[in-house]
């Protein structure tokens, strides 16, 4: 295992509540829920993220984004205007910065015919104040937020479905005001960042390919298409889902589908500093989207009880 990478707080919403669990670098197997949230009377809960503290929790619904204390009072909601009657297609989402002071919230606007844009809202966590509001040339049906754990941007791709996606970050200047950058791909999905921050990870929207990127930039170091794997880009594709299992070594998921119809995939190590292959290694999953690394060399998946495992590997040939 690789020392130093601090604890982290993950949430997941079973029967209605939001679970907070904090993952140690010194707890493996089974998780146990830290905290358990209960979000407000009549409240679906789309995406949550819990303060390290583990005394707030902020979450979207398909209407609002609603930060309320351990006890359950509500300490701020902003509704987003005005209210959409459309269910389904559209999931807003939210990420707390690295130094806990905003909020971050994706909203797809369009896709719930409120506007003719959607946006990227900063929120002080404190006050629930908008600080910035960023208006997107995307018609997107969710997004994924990353933070950049040493200067604390914040990255976030969104899926626009057949369309493609978006990557997008945000940063906060010295003078406290949030500034925008949206690189130049319509056709790329962020995967991870390292844990490093020194680089990052996407995978064609296409699935023909995955790449890996100089942060802040987005200048790509190399790129591996289906073929460099050894498997034939006809009936195998890239899969959105792996990252970083180390700061040196990212996972690589491919899938296909065989002859008899049934799907199968496997996950590739890459030495990201060379591009060079380390081989297949087994995360124990059932599915090509239940792993996820931590950097660390250790990854989680889902438990029969539905509650976050911890895995680890031994640490022959991690670095």
């Given at each position: 295992?690789?020392?130093?990478?601090?604890?982290?707080v993950i949430t997941?919403?079973?029967?209605?509540?939001?679970?907070?669990?904090?993952?140690?670098?010194?707890?493996?197997?089974?998780?146990?829920?830290?905290?358990?949230?209960?979000?407000?009377?009549?409240?679906?809960?789309?995406?949550?993220?819990?303060?390290?503290?583990?005394?707030?929790?902020?979450?979207?619904?398909?209407?609002?984004?609603?930060?309320?204390?351990?006890?359950?009072?509500?300490?701020?909601?902003?509704?987003?205007?005005?209210?959409?009657?459309?269910?389904?297609?559209?999931?807003?989402?939210?990420?707390?910065?690295?130094?806990g002071r905003t909020?971050?919230?994706?909203?797809?606007?369009?896709?719930?015919?409120?506007?003719?844009?959607?946006?990227?809202?900063?929120?002080?966590?404190?006050?629930?104040?908008?600080?910035?509001?960023?208006?997107?040339?995307?018609?997107?049906?969710?997004?994924?937020?990353?933070?950049?754990?040493?200067?604390?941007?914040?990255?976030?791709?969104?899926?626009?479905?057949?369309?493609?996606?978006?990557?997008?970050?945000?940063?906060?200047?010295?003078?406290?005001?949030?500034?925008?950058?949206?690189?130049?791909?319509?056709?790329?999905?962020?995967?991870?960042?390292?844990?490093?921050?020194?680089?990052?990870?996407?995978?064609?929207?296409?699935?023909?390919?995955?790449?890996?990127?100089?942060?802040?930039?987005?200048?790509?170091?190399?790129?591996?298409?289906?073929?460099?794997?050894?498997?034939?880009?006809?009936?195998?594709?890239?899969?959105?889902?792996?990252?970083?299992?180390?700061?040196?070594?990212?996972?690589?998921?491919?899938?296909?589908?065989?002859?008899?119809?049934?799907?199968?995939?496997?996950?590739?190590?890459?030495?990201?500093?060379?591009?060079?292959?380390?081989?297949?290694?087994?995360?124990?999953v059932s599915h090509?989207?239940?792993?996820?690394?931590?950097?660390?060399?250790?990854?989680?998946?889902?438990?029969?009880?539905?509650?976050?495992?911890?895995?680890?590997?031994?640490?022959?040939?991690?670095?």
């Open positions: 295992m690789i020392p130093g990478l601090p604890s982290k997941r919403h079973r029967d209605g509540r939001i679970h907070a669990y904090v993952v140690d670098p010194d707890t493996f197997g089974p998780l146990q829920p830290a905290v358990v949230f209960r979000p407000r009377a009549g409240d679906a809960a789309e995406e949550s993220v819990v303060r390290p503290d583990l005394e707030r929790v902020v979450y979207t619904t398909l209407n609002e984004v609603v930060c309320l204390t351990r006890s359950g009072d509500p300490v701020w909601v902003s509704a987003f205007a005005p209210h959409s009657d459309v269910r389904h297609g559209h999931q807003p989402g939210c990420s707390l910065s690295l130094d909020v971050w919230v994706y909203r797809p606007d369009v896709m719930a015919q409120r506007r003719v844009a959607d946006q990227w809202v900063v929120y002080d966590a404190d006050s629930g104040e908008v600080l910035a509001r960023r208006e997107l040339e995307t018609i997107g049906h969710g997004g994924l937020h990353h933070v950049h754990p040493a200067d604390g941007s914040v990255y976030l791709t969104i899926g626009e479905g057949q369309d493609g996606a978006v990557v997008l970050r945000g940063v906060i200047g010295a003078d406290g005001a949030p500034r925008f950058v949206t690189y130049p791909w319509p056709d790329r999905c962020l995967i991870d960042l390292a844990p490093g921050g020194q680089q990052f990870m996407t995978v064609d929207h296409e699935q023909g390919d995955v790449a890996f990127h100089d942060h802040p930039g987005g200048d790509v170091q190399f790129t591996l298409p289906v073929d460099a794997f050894g498997h034939d880009p006809d009936d195998t594709y890239v899969e959105w889902s792996g990252g970083y299992l180390t700061p040196d070594t990212a996972v690589v998921t491919l899938g296909g589908e065989r002859e008899d119809e049934e799907e199968w995939f496997r996950h590739h190590l890459v030495d990201v500093r060379t591009g060079a292959l380390l081989g297949e290694i087994d995360l124990d090509p989207y239940e792993a996820v690394p931590l950097g660390d060399g250790s990854w989680l998946t889902e438990g029969p009880d539905d509650h976050p495992v911890r895995r680890s590997r031994p640490t022959a040939g991690l670095s």
